[in-house]
Every structure is written in C-alpha cells, then in structure tokens.
C-alpha cells in the first residue's frame, strides 16, 4: 500500500491462483482437484474460490461448530486424515460411504 497501487498477482491462501498452476500443469479441471486442509478462511475458502473439491479435517483449527456457522461449507469434513484416507479406500473400491 506503500506504492498506492493493488499487488499484479496474488499467490497466497485463499485466493484461486495459487491452484490454477496445478490445473495447468496436470491438465486437470477444478472438480477434478481436491484441497483438504484445517482451516475454513483459507483451505476451504480457496477450494471453493477455484471451484475444487473441499475437504476439511478437524484435527486442526476448525471445530464441527465452525462448520455449521460458515457462509462456504466444505464439500466434505472428516475428523482426521486417516478418516480422509479411510474414505478414498471406500470410494475407490465402489462404496459410498466413509
């Protein structure tokens, strides 16, 4: 704000850029891309923002009572990352649950 202009481009969380680079170079759409994270206002925000497939886990900074308040819900929240990786399983051998 020093030079009285705006920043060329934004890299950090939560904005969609930071994930057009990996769309680009692995030729991937954004429902194609999933973004698993802890934090609402950052992970989840920027997978909403860039269109991907949000995962929030809550073994970190958001509580289930976060969740139920935010304006953007995640696509998807489990309670740790082998929850997460309990439900790829699944959904990799045809099952619809976690």
Do not use: W
């Not at 060329?8 to 891309?33: R, T």
């Amino acid at each position: 704000s020093a030079t009285g202009r705006k920043p060329d481009l934004v890299l950090g969380k939560p904005h969609a850029s930071m994930l057009e680079g990996i769309l680009a170079k692995h030729q991937l759409e954004p429902h194609q891309l999933g973004m698993v994270g802890d934090r609402l206002y950052t992970d989840i925000a920027m997978a909403a923002a860039s269109g991907a497939f949000g995962v929030l886990v809550l073994s970190g900074e958001a509580t289930a009572s976060d969740v139920a308040a935010c304006p953007v819900p995640p696509d998807l929240v489990v309670a740790n990352i082998g929850e997460l990786g309990k439900c790829l399983e699944n959904a990799h051998a045809g099952l619809l649950s976690c």
